[in-house]
């Protein structure tokens, strides 16, 4: 079995969170129905239930921690690997690299704010999360401008050479004229 995923423990984590949300509005209600002496019938074990999503949220923000290394160290690779090669990449790709790099940047946020994560290293891992976006939303463009600059400078050694040519054939041609 592997390893649980980053953006998958995070999800869950989420999840988890929404459960809890609506399971504290259910306490709410019941001890308001408390009041009229009727809260004793409706949600018993609300209490039972956030404990337990509590241990079990505790238990991924445990895990997650850990992960969140080896996850930005997949797409660093990822990205890298772009990088170095002279592929466009196609919208489907860059539309799903695009999507798990904001997707690492919620979890982060949400990772900083649960104070899971120090301030200080959640920022840092936000600026390269922000420069990894930032790169491959150009690469395509900064493809095409580096294929366009070598075809230029290609191009502009013929210009140079054909225009010694002309100047030769002309020179020579009016030179021949007054000879």
């Known amino acids: 079995m592997s390893k649980p995923d980053f953006i998958d423990l995070f999800k869950q984590i989420l999840d988890i969170d929404n459960r809890l949300r609506l399971l504290k509005r259910k306490e709410k209600l ?18 039972k239930e956030i404990e337990k999503l509590l241990s079990r949220k505790q238990a991924l923000l445990e895990k997650v921690t850990p992960s969140t290394s080896g996850h930005m160290g997949s797409l660093r690779t990822e990205v890298e690997s772009i990088g170095t090669s002279d592929v466009y990449l196609s919208k489907k790709d860059e539309s799903n690299l695009l999507s798990r790099i904001s997707e690492s940047k919620e979890g982060i946020e949400y990772l900083s704010l649960a104070s899971v994560l120090e301030k200080s290293q959640a920022v840092g891992v936000l600026a390269e999360l922000d420069g990894m976006e930032h790169f491959v939303e150009n690469y395509n463009v900064e493809l095409e401008k580096s294929r366009l600059r070598q075809k230029l400078l290609s191009l502009k050694s013929e210009i140079l050479q054909s225009e010694e040519e002309y100047n030769s054939f002309c020179c020579g041609q009016f030179l021949g004229k007054f000879i």
């Open 30 to 47: 019941r001890n308001r129905l408390k009041i009229l002496g009727i809260g004793f019938l409706i949600y018993r074990n609300v209490h």
